[in-house]
Nanobody, 112 residues
Framework: QVRLVESGGGLVPAGGSLRLSCTAS????????MAWYRQAPGKQRELVAV???????HYVNSVKGRFTISRDNAKNTVYLQMNRLKAEDTAVYYC??????WGPGTQVTVSS
C-alpha cells in the first residue's frame, strides 16, 4: 500500500523559508505526477504545486516565484522549497499522488 508522509513544517516569521519533504513508501515518485496541496483553517484544500514524471512543474499563481517543487529520485522524496513566506501561506500542507490516501500533512505557520 502506498503511504505518503510529510515533514518539515514549523513556525517561521514572514519573509522566512521552509523546505517540506514528502517521503513515499510503496511507490516510486519518479513514475507519477506528484503534488503539494494546502488547507488553511476554514478554507478548502487547494493545489499548490505539481511535478510531472518528465519534470514539468506547475504552480498556483499565489506562490509562483516563491515556491519550488522538486524531486530526488534516489531518495524517493518530493520537496517543496518555500521562500519569502507570507502570513497567508499558513496552512496544513499535504503531499499527493493519484489514488493514494492523504497523509497526515505538516503544519506551516507564518507569523506576521
Amino acid at each position: 500500500q502506498v503511504r505518503l508522509v510529510e515533514s518539515g513544517g514549523g513556525l517561521v516569521p514572514a519573509g522566512g523559508s521552509l523546505r517540506l519533504s514528502c517521503t513515499a513508501s510503496g511507490s516510486i515518485v519518479s513514475l507519477y505526477t506528484m503534488a503539494w496541496y494546502r488547507q488553511a483553517p476554514g478554507k478548502q484544500r487547494e493545489l499548490v504545486a505539481v511535478v510531472t514524471p518528465t519534470g514539468n512543474t506547475h504552480y498556483v499563481n499565489s506562490v509562483k516565484g516563491r515556491f519550488t517543487i522538486s524531486r530526488d529520485n534516489a531518495k524517493n522524496t518530493v520537496y517543496l522549497q518555500m521562500n519569502r513566506l507570507k502570513a497567508e501561506d499558513t496552512a496544513v500542507y499535504y503531499c499527493y499522488r493519484d489514488n493514494t490516501p492523504w497523509g497526515p500533512g505538516t503544519q506551516v505557520t507564518v507569523s506576521s
